[in-house]
């Protein structure tokens, strides 16, 4: 999800749809209504909505952003997959016009007119695919299971339980949906209230808010993983043992791997000599060191960090006392090139001891896991 909303809207996705539903659109929000924004041509239309951002309601801004979104290539596809997945018509619409096919855009606003619950559910799709997972959980079997409504209510009553007692929460929602990856749930908690300064009306107030956070977990039971995204490592933690808890059981979840599952040991010991095998995979051409982050290990010690293409190959160059076992090594980034669906596709990996790898799950995260676990970055635990 963006959060920068200073381009909230572009004049190629205003240029692709058609004036009676951008009328449609405008007429929801009453602060438009002077600006006849209907009856302008999409650049003076563009113009406009700079012109006025500041009058403009947060909800406006909000949709016209997600609408640009779902306009993209990406979310374009996440919109098509949705319509199939929840039998709606939008898909059909868009194939109908042979004549004339309407825009990704048009599309886009016509879903948030129409039918809104399939928007919504883009919305939630395409935060998830920008999440990058930060903590890792094993289960010790795979398994065949399909998380019972019942049981999930139990888990939402459970997190809003965690997140009032830890953060005064005072809200929580979990939303879930299925895919080719995984069972994934979307939880949007609040957090403490927090005192922050604002700009109104040329002047700054104080104001008391309590902000909104969403967090993720993926549950891939034929993998036997939790995948989570939270802010620290209690709530990691308490996120998956909860799910596990109420959705498997309590003795599904692998206690170990809550404390430990990726290691730096290979680049630790190895230092200049480590070459990352790859050689199996016929689809990848090659896999760099591209980043260290460390510190001398003391408390309270600031981190540093190197970055370059090749970093091995740069330290052993320029920095050749550079020995990485008087270090304290907090994350190693790894860059991946795959020849994948005829395009070359660079991948960063970064392993962030004990429970993270951060990277894009969307495609090959299989052969990534397995490229991980042969090169020993992965704690292997009985399925």
């Known amino acids: 999800m963006r959060k920068n909303v200073n381009y909230f809207i572009n004049q190629r ?33 563009f113009e406009a909505l700079l012109e006025n951002y500041e009058f403009l309601s947060d909800k406006l801004i ?3 952003l997600m609408i640009s979104d779902l306009a993209s290539e990406e979310g374009f596809e996440t919109l098509m997959e949705v319509s199939n997945d929840l039998k709606s018509p939008i898909r059909a619409i868009y194939l109908a016009q042979e004549q004339k096919q309407p825009t990704r855009a048009e599309i886009a606003m016509v879903a948030y007119l129409q039918y809104h619950e399939v928007f919504e559910v883009c919305v939630d799709r395409l935060q998830l ?31 809003k339980s965690f997140y009032n007692g830890r953060l005064q929460g005072a809200f929580c929602k979990v939303r879930q949906y299925q895919d080719a990856n995984g069972f994934h749930f ?31 977990l993926c549950f891939q039971p034929e993998q036997a993983k939790i995948l989570v995204n939270a802010r620290t490592a209690k709530e990691k933690k308490t996120l998956a043992t909860l799910f596990a808890h109420h959705i498997v059981n309590d003795e599904w979840l692998d206690k170990k ?12 010991e190895q230092g ?11 689809d990848c051409r090659g896999v760099k060191v591209t980043e260290i982050v460390f510190s001398d290990g003391k408390r309270g010690s600031v981190s540093a960090t190197f970055r370059f293409f090749d970093l091995l190959k740069y330290l052993q160059a320029s920095h050749p006392d550079f020995d990485p076992k008087k270090l304290a090594i907090r994350s190693v ?13 660079k991948k960063d990996v970064t392993i962030k001891p004990p429970s993270s790898a951060k990277f894009d799950r969307r495609y090959l995260q299989n052969r990534i896991m397995e490229h991980l676990k042969r090169n020993h970055f992965v704690f292997e635990h009985s399925h």
């Open 333 to 345: 980034t790894l860059r991946f090139s795959f020849y994948w669906q005829g395009k070359e596709k």
């Open 257 to 268: 791997s809550l404390e430990l599952n990726y290691t730096l040991d290979p680049i630790i």
């Open 129 to 159: 695919q920008i999440a990058q997972f930060s903590g890792e959980y094993n289960g010790n079997k795979t398994i065949s299971i399909i998380p019972d409504p019942e049981k999930v209510t139990l888990y939402e009553s459970a997190l």
């Open 62 to 64: 909000y949709n016209l």
């Open 186 to 216: 979307l939880i949007l908690h609040g957090k403490a209230k927090n005192s922050v300064q604002v700009v109104e009306k040329n002047d700054v107030n104080s104001k008391i808010l309590r902000e909104a956070k969403l967090d993720y």
């Open 13 to 45: 996705v205003l240029d692709g749809i058609s004036q009676p539903i951008l009328k449609q659109f405008f007429s929801q929000f009453p602060e438009t209504e002077g600006l006849k924004l209907s009856e302008l041509s999409s650049k003076e239309l």
């Open 272 to 282: 200049f000599d480590f070459e990352f095998n790859y050689q199996w995979d016929r």
